[in-house]
């Protein structure tokens, strides 16, 4: 079957070796990302949440759709992953309705998570949890679009006791649902990796790297990963930046947080020269 260029392309990037997707949060940093020669990026809703004033998971569903338009609009060439959350609905029916309007937008993949965004019950039930991602895997395949489903069971985040172990059961549940790329965000060590590269029985799994634990891109390919994204890490990475350095002026009336800053070089020209090269 044929798919669009970019699916194609993302599909193919599953297949060998292991890639980074960096996650921007605007158009700039996107074309920021394409510009160091990243092959594919993914979106971040925490990343994009702080834009707007708002915690992650508190972003409305049309607002969030279109913020990934944005994004697959911004890099044309490369093909854009979808952090689309828990598919913005509990029932089966409503995260495949969701989920086509995802797709609508032209991403190449999109995630659907298993957290239900309340403390008291944070994971869906096990049962609830896999019929989501048939729901969703069904929902893809209707739209004849190739799109790579990724399931992602947030066990680590979450808080549950034993994660990993919850993780490996929902993982080999969701890649016998149908799901193309399988994730569990939180593990930080080679051995958590090739628990979960295990589980997905031969399925491509992406990494969350959101912090410096001692794995470098070699090390988690070496564990089995194909794919590894950064969450909102870079979006964080800047905020720590900016609120440093406004605590400075508002506390001491210091501007020692701009210390580091340099003049806007490198990016005035870049998006100059990169505004005229997509005109």
Known sequence: MSYSPRVETFRKLHEAGCFVMPNPWDFGSARWLRGQGFKALASTSAGFAFTQGRA????????MLAHI??????????????????????????VAANVKLCVATGVAGLSIEDATGRAEDPLYPFELAVERIRAARKAVDETGSGVLLTARAECFLTGHPEPLKEAVRRIEAYAA????????????????????VAAAG????????????????????????????IGGALARAAWAAFIE???????????????????????????????????
């Open 245 to 279: 350095a406004t605590r400075l002026i508002a506390e001491e009336g210091s501007f020692r947080g701009f210390a580091g800053n340099g003049p806007s070089a490198p990016l005035n020209p870049f998006f100059r020269d990169d505004l005229k090269a997509r005109s």
């Open 177 to 196: 649902a149908g799901a193309d790329v399988l994730y569990a965000p939180g593990p930080k060590t080679a051995e958590e990796i090739r628990a979960i």
């Open 202 to 229: 031969g399925r491509p799994v992406n990494v969350l790297v959101y912090g410096d634990y001692g794995l470098g891109v070699a090390d988690i390919a070496a564990a089995g990963a194909r794919r590894i994204s």
């Open 56 to 63: 992650d998971q508190d972003v409305p569903r049309d607002a």
């Open 69 to 94: 338009a944005e994004l697959v609009k911004a890099v044309p060439d490369l093909p854009v992953n979808a952090d689309f959350e828990n598919g913005y609905a509990d029932t089966p029916d409503g």
